[in-house]
C-alpha cells in the first residue's frame, strides 16, 4: 500500500479521473494506520465508500454519457480516449474494493471481535438469538418489506440508485399458480442498518446484526408457500449528475426539483454482487441492469461497506476515536462584546476547525439585533435548511433589515436541501437569488451594511469553505472578518452584480471569477518567473484541494524553469506532473490526509520581498476559474498574514501525513528521517489552537 499504481500515459499531464481514484487510495490507506483509534480505522474505510459511490456517479456516468453520444472518440491532455480511461479506472477500481475488504475483513474486524463488537453473521447466531431477530423480522421489517416476483406481469424493476437488493432463486408455485423462479427484494431504506442484540443474548461485550442479514435468514417467511433456493444481495450505482438545460429554463428552483426525483434512475454505471452468487444469477443481473463485465464487482462482505457507519452512533466509547476537543473563540479585546467595535480596530482570522464557527454565527446575530444595521447579503453553498446561520437571516428579516440570500440550487449532492433552504427563506421574506445561470455561486461571503455617523459601512466575511457548523469541525478552512474599505465595497460590487446582472465591476481588492482571477493567478505566476530570470527571491506557495488547470500548469512549469521555487499542497486530483527534469525539477507537489479534510485555498507569492497572500473560495481548475462565481481576497495585515504562513510552513514540514507525488504519478509516505522530529501539521495546530477534553 506503499506505492499507489502507476501511470502508463507519457506526457506532462496526468488523468483526472485517475488522479481522483489516487487520492481515494490515500484516504483508503489510513484505514491501515494502526496509531489511529479502531473506529477510526473504520470510518476511513466508510469514507472510502461514500467517496468511491460518489466518483462512479459523478466522473464515471459522466464519461459512460459522453461514449453514449457515439461522438468519434477524442483524447484528453494526458492522452487517453474516454474508454481508454473507463478501462484504466476498472483496472484500479477493482484492485482498490478488493484492498478495502482486505483491510475489513483481515484488520478491522477481527480488532473490533477483540474490543468485543461483534457483527454475527447468519451461521454465528444461536437459538436464542434466532428467536429473539425472528420477532424483530415479523414485527419491524416484514411489514415494510416489498418483494417483486418476476414474471411477465412484473418485469425487472427500475432498480433505485444505491439501494441494497437481493436476488432471489424460488422453487415452487406462488398462490396464483405462476412459477417465476425468481424474486427482487429491496432492504428498506427507512430501517437502520445495524441491530444491536439484547445484552443478554450478546454472549459478552455487544453484538450487532445486519438489517441485510435478518432479512436473508428469513426470507422464507417472505414467499410462504415456495422454497428459498438461494439469494444474493446486489447494488447498482447510476449516474446521478443533474442536468438542466439553463437556457431553456425559466424557473430554475422548479427545473431543479423535476430533475431530483430522475437522480435515483440514471443510467447504470456500475454492478456490487456478493462474490458467492453463482454465474447464471449473476449473468441475470448483467443482462437486466444493463452493465459490462467491466463494471461488475464482487464483493467479499457486506456489500456497501458504508452500512459499517451506523456503529458511530451506537458505540459511544472515546479510546475508539480521536480525542475530543474544544473549539477556540477568538479572543477580543476586554470591555468589548461587540463584533462591530473589535473590527473597527483589527481584522479577525478564523481557521477551521480548530476556531469555532459559532463567532460566524455571533456575528451573524449581531447583525440582526443591531439597530443600525440596515442590510445584510450572503451567499450559501452548502448550507442545510436548519441551521443557525438561516435562523440568524430570518431574525434579521423580522427585525426590518434587507435581507438577500444567493444560494446555489446546484451544489451536488445538497439540491434537496438548497430547494427547502430557498422555500424557507422566501416565507419570511428573504431576498432569494439562484445565481448565475450557466455559473455556480460557489463564493463564500457576507455583507453587513452599518449606518454609522450617518454614512454607510460595510462588514464583510470572506470564507474557503461553506457556512455549515457540522462540516466546519471536520474541514480546515479560513475565514477572515473584517470592515476594510476597500474590499467591503468590492463585495457590495460582487452582490450587486449578482442581484442585478449587470457588467462586472473594476474590483481594489478582490480577484473575481470568472473575470479577473485566473488573469490575476497567471500574471502572479510571471512576476515570480520574471523575478526569478532576473535572480531576484522567487517562491510559490499554493494550498488547494485540486489543480486541474492546463493553461495554470503551464505557467507553473514555465516557472519552475526559470528557477522558482515552487511548492504545492494538493489534497486531491493534481493535473501537474512534478520532479521532471527540464520541465518541473524545482515543483514539490504534497498531499496531506489526515483526521481533518484539508479544505482551504491558500496562494502566497514572494514578489521580490514584498509577499502576496490570497485566501480563496477557488480550487486552481477550470470550473473554477470559468464556469463558478468566486471570490479570492487578499491577507493585508502582517500579523495574519505570517501566522498563515506559519501553517503553510507546517503543512510543507508534516512527515506524517504527508504524501509526496512523484514524476511516475506514484505517492510516497513522507516520513520522519532517522533522529528527526516527528511533524504532524494538524495535531500541533490542534494542540496550539484548542483545548482537548479532559487534558
Known amino acids: 500500500m506503499n506505492r499507489v499504481t502507476r501511470y502508463k500515459v507519457d506526457n506532462a499531464y496526468f488523468n483526472r479521473e485517475l488522479s481522483l481514484l489516487e487520492f481515494n487510495k490515500r484516504v483508503l490507506h489510513q484505514a491501515y494506520n494502526r496509531s489511529l483509534p479502531l473506529l477510526e480505522r473504520l470510518r476511513f474505510l466508510c469514507i472510502f465508500s461514500t467517496n468511491l459511490d460518489e466518483f462512479f456517479e459523478v466522473r464515471v456516468g459522466g464519461l459512460v454519457e459522453i461514449l453514449e453520444l457515439n461522438a468519434p472518440p477524442t483524447q484528453g491532455p494526458d492522452g487517453l480516449t474516454q474508454m481508454q480511461t473507463l478501462n484504466e479506472i476498472s483496472l484500479r477500481a477493482h484492485q482498490l474494493v478488493d484492498e478495502q475488504y482486505r483491510i475489513l475483513n483481515d484488520e478491522v474486524v477481527p480488532l473490533l471481535r477483540e474490543n468485543h463488537i461483534r457483527i454475527l453473521r447468519r451461521d454465528e447466531w444461536n437459538q436464542e438469538q434466532i428467536l429473539y431477530l425472528k420477532q424483530v423480522f415479523l414485527s419491524e421489517v416484514l411489514p415494510v418489506l416489498s418483494p417483486i416476483g418476476l414474471d411477465p406481469a412484473h418485469p425487472f424493476p427500475r432498480i433505485l440508485n444505491k439501494s441494497l437488493n437481493f436476488i432471489v432463486r424460488l422453487d415452487g408455485k406462488d398462490a396464483f399458480g405462476r412459477n417465476s423462479g425468481r424474486a427482487i427484494v429491496q432492504v428498506p431504506r427507512s430501517l437502520p442498518h445495524l441491530i444491536e442484540l439484547p445484552k443478554e443474548l450478546a454472549e459478552g461485550g455487544r453484538a450487532f446484526v445486519f438489517v441485510s442479514s435478518i432479512i436473508h435468514f428469513f426470507m422464507g417467511e417472505i414467499f410462504v408457500g415456495m422454497t428459498v433456493v438461494e ?57 437486466r441492469c444493463e452493465i459490462k463485465e467491466r463494471d461488475l464487482y464482487r464483493i467479499n462482505g457486506p456489500v456497501n461497506l458504508n452500512r459499517f457507519a451506523d456503529l458511530f452512533e451506537l458505540i459511544k466509547t472515546p479510546d475508539y476515536y480521536f480525542k475530543p476537543f474544544v473549539q477556540a473563540m477568538p479572543k477580543l479585546p476586554k470591555r468589548s462584546n461587540s463584533y462591530f467595535e473589535v473590527l473597527q480596530k483589527q481584522d479577525l482570522l478564523l481557521h477551521h476547525p480548530f476556531d469555532s464557527f459559532q463567532c460566524v454565527v455571533d456575528f451573524l446575530r449581531e447583525a440582526a439585533a443591531d439597530p443600525n444595521v440596515l442590510a445584510i447579503k450572503q451567499t450559501l453553498y452548502r448550507t442545510g435548511s436548519n441551521s443557525p446561520i438561516v435562523d440568524a437571516l430570518v431574525a434579521a428579516a423580522k427585525a426590518g433589515k434587507e435581507v438577500t440570500a444567493i444560494v446555489e440550487l446546484r451544489a451536488r449532492f445538497d439540491e434537496e436541501q438548497n430547494v427547502a433552504l430557498a422555500e424557507r427563506l422566501q416565507r419570511f421574506g428573504i431576498h432569494v437569488i439562484y445565481g448565475v445561470v450557466g455559473f455556480k455561486t460557489h463564493a463564500k461571503m457576507i455583507l453587513v451594511a452599518r449606518r454609522e455617523n450617518a454614512k454607510l459601512r460595510y462588514y464583510v466575511h470572506l470564507g474557503t469553505g461553506n457556512y455549515h457548523p457540522r462540516t466546519s469541525k471536520i474541514y480546515t478552512d479560513y475565514g477572515l472578518l473584517t470592515c476594510d474599505k476597500e474590499l467591503g465595497e468590492d463585495v457590495y460590487r460582487v452582490f450587486l452584480q449578482l442581484s442585478s446582472m449587470g457588467k462586472a465591476s473594476k474590483m481594489d481588492s478582490l480577484l473575481y471569477a470568472p473575470f479577473t482571477l485566473h488573469k490575476g493567478m497567471v500574471r502572479r505566476i510571471r512576476i515570480e518567473k520574471e523575478n526569478a530570470e532576473q535572480g531576484k527571491p522567487a517562491h510559490i506557495i499554493a494550498k488547494m484541494n485540486s489543480l486541474y488547470d492546463e493553461e495554470l500548469v503551464n505557467e507553473l512549469y514555465a ?24 520541465l518541473s525539477e524545482n515543483i514539490q507537489v504534497r ?13 502566497y507569492f514572494e514578489n521580490n520581498g514584498n509577499p502576496e497572500l490570497y485566501c480563496s473560495s477557488a480550487d486552481w481548475m477550470v470550473r473554477n476559474m470559468f464556469h463558478r462565481v468566486e471570490t479570492c481576497f487578499p491577507i493585508k495585515h502582517k500579523k495574519i498574514r505570517d501566522r498563515i504562513l506559519e501553517d503553510l510552513d507546517l503543512y ?12 511516475d504519478g506514484s505517492y510516497l509516505p513522507s516520513q520522519p528521517k532517522q533522529d528527526e522530529e516527528a511533524i504532524d501539521a494538524q495535531a500541533i495546530l490542534l494542540e496550539r489552537w484548542s483545548a482537548h477534553i479532559g487534558s
Request: hydrophobic content about 40%; proline content about 3%.
Open 231 to 287: 439469494s444474493y444481495q446486489f447494488r447498482l450505482t447510476r449516474n446521478s449528475d443533474i442536468f438542466l438545460d439553463e437556457e431553456e429554463t425559466d424557473d430554475l428552483l422548479r427545473a431543479v426539483q423535476g430533475e431530483l426525483a430522475y437522480r435515483q434512475y440514471g443510467d447504470e454505471v456500475r454492478l456490487e454482487i456478493a462474490d458467492t452468487c453463482p454465474a447464471e444469477l449473476e449473468q441475470f443481473l448483467l443482462q
Open 559 to 582: 516557472a519552475s524553469q526559470a528557477g522558482v521555487k515552487i511548492d504545492l499542497i494538493v489534497r486531491g486530483v493534481c493535473q501537474l506532473r512534478p520532479g521532471v527534469k527540464g
Open 591 to 603: 498531499s496531506i490526509i489526515g483526521r481533518f479534510l484539508e479544505h482551504h485555498r491558500v496562494f
Open 652 to 663: 510543507l514540514r508534516d512527515n506524517t501525513h504527508a504524501w509526496i507525488l512523484q514524476p
